[in-house]
């Protein structure tokens, strides 16, 4: 098992910034990769970002520019800034992983973007 704990929500008035942080333990050798999902009330989980061990990302187009997700490999987190924050990027957003065909998730922290 893997178990992922966020942190770093909260609320934000637009054009503001947050940092969440993912840290992951457990069963942890070979995840691969991590990133972020986010779920809006009312709407399907969209993926955010992902990153792979290997550095590389994959962002969604919604939040190019404006979002970027670090890794540290060593210690098993991943991090996402979010710069230049929307109404729209309200939502839970949820930390997770892949473990061979497994996927697994935290319990996700919510971001508010209001004035």
Known sequence: QVQLVE??????????SLRLSCSASGSIFGIDPMGWYRQAPGKRRELVATIYRSGRTNYADSV???FTASRDNDK????????SLKPEDTAVYYCYTQKGLRDFWGQGTQVAVSS
Do not use: A, H, M, Y
Request: aromatic share 0%.
């Open 7 to 16: 942190s770093g929500g909260g609320l934000v008035q637009p054009g503001g």
């Open 64 to 66: 190019k520019g404006r």
């Open 76 to 83: 098993n987190t991943v991090d996402l800034q979010l710069n």
